[in-house]
């Protein structure tokens, strides 16, 4: 956020603020600034015809604003922040412990003093025209999760009666769709492996028809119930607001080849970095989802309770270990760590034969420790190795922020 000078409508629209203060504008600074504001002293008093104040009818002191701690990790902050100097996207680190924010990264995002000096007319526009969105805070606002949504909806399918995570499905083939009813449209898959499929090798290998098919079998009305379970579409009483997400435009999902597309993190889910961040964050911690916070003196506070048993949260975590050793071992494994989560790619395109701009997605953290989950995505990645450049990108930052401990 940034500061400048209170303008009119600010005025206006305040009861505390007065000409020529300086008062928060975006971010931070504006969520509280009623809360970081001086308060403002003054003394009437009796003057003598050498203006020397001979009595004092009424005084006050001024007084500070109040301190705001916040629980950011400036270090890791800044590492994030420059890691994602080449990418258009978000990073979010919390404690899964308690839901503290420890990065909040939105890029590019342009420097606050550009606006604190003064910014010229055609600067702000040429920064409202960007087509990377500047100066949007893309942590907070919902955006589609991509194959991140495969560990929701395994939890979905986890929590559904009847539902046996070792039963396998055969799968051959790049495509598949349900019946001809689907006409032209199939779903596809990235990782083309014939052969038995049961949830853990779904995760792994991230296969979009096993979980298509899952779906499909469960239906719209049991999806979108598991994922209102989640916390998908409740509003977060969070000190920092966060966009509330959705399953579908319309609930429950009646369209079968929308239901299959949500399945595996595309359709009409939009979710905002910090919520499902969060949502991992409770597979590791024992199973409750906290509602993120960045003011240090903020309550922990449980959004969700106990989101699946303990067997199948530790299933789902060694599925997330395998992500990692079977498919991004030469980008990913560390002797000083034991790394784990689920990449993601979703794609934003008018059709199915035509190729759009790839978004992709990282969601990890350290199995060894257990304190920190970050998340990423980076846009455009379709020609810099798509999900395997944002895991590849997680892994710089773990590097650099181990190194910048010792």
């Known amino acids: 956020g940034y500061v400048g000078g209170v303008n009119a409508e600010e005025l206006e629209a305040s009861d505390y603020l007065s000409e020529g203060d300086v008062t928060g504008k975006r971010g931070l600074e504006q969520l509280y600034d009623e809360r970081l504001q001086p308060t403002g002293g003054y003394e009437i008093s009796i003057m003598d ?12 002191e001024a007084e500070d604003g109040s301190d705001i701690v916040l629980t950011i990790d400036k270090e890791l902050q800044e590492i994030v922040y420059s890691e994602m100097e080449e990418d258009s996207g978000s990073s979010v680190a919390l404690d899964p412990n308690n839901g503290d924010m420890l990065a909040t990264v939105s890029y590019p995002s342009p420097s606050p003093y550009d606006f604190m000096f003064g910014i010229s007319q055609n600067d702000l526009e040429e920064l409202q025209n960007d ?12 955006t589609s999760p991509g194959s991140t949504q495969k560990i ?7 929590n559904t009666d009847g539902f046996d995570r070792d039963e396998t499905r055969e799968i051959s083939g790049k495509s598949w769709q349900k019946d001809e009813s689907w006409g032209g449209y199939s779903v596809n898959r990235y990782h083309v492996e014939d052969g038995a499929f049961d949830l853990d090798r779904a995760i792994t290998s991230s296969d979009n028809i096993y979980f ?19 916390g998908i579409g409740e509003e977060y009483d969070s000190d920092y607001p966060i966009y509330t997400s959705q399953v579908s435009n319309e609930e429950p ?3 079968e080849v929308l239901l299959a597309d949500s399945a595996y993190g595309q ?44 067997d199948d949260l530790n299933y789902l975590e060694s599925a997330m270990r395998s992500v990692v050793t079977d498919y991004h071992a030469s980008d990913m494994e560390r002797d000083y760590a034991s790394f784990a989560g689920k990449t993601g790619t979703s794609e934003n395109k008018m059709s199915q034969e035509t190729r759009g701009s790839e978004t992709g997605w990282f969601i990890g953290y ?9 998340s990423l995505y980076a846009e455009d990645v379709e020609d810099r190795g798509m999900s395997e450049y944002s895991a590849q990108k997680f892994a710089d930052i773990q590097d650099e922020y181990r190194a910048a401990e010792e």
């Open 152 to 158: 929701l909806s395994a939890l979905v399918a986890l």
């Open 212 to 230: 298509a098919q899952t779906m499909l079998e469960l239906g719209g009305e049991r999806f979108t119930e598991g994922m209102q379970e989640l």
């Open 366 to 374: 350290d199995q060894d420790s257990k304190d920190m989950i970050l």
């Open 253 to 255: 999902i009646e369209n």
């Open 131 to 142: 087509d990377e969105n500047p100066l949007v805070g893309k942590f907070n606002r919902t």
């Open 267 to 310: 359709g009409e889910l939009l979710i905002s970095p910090i919520q499902i961040t969060s949502i991992y964050a409770g597979v590791i911690n024992g199973g409750d989802i906290y509602v993120p916070h960045i003011l240090a003196d903020s309550e922990d506070e449980v959004q969700v309770e106990n989101i699946a048993d303990e």
């Open 49 to 60: 015809s050498q203006d020397n104040a001979v009595d004092t009818l009424f005084s006050e």
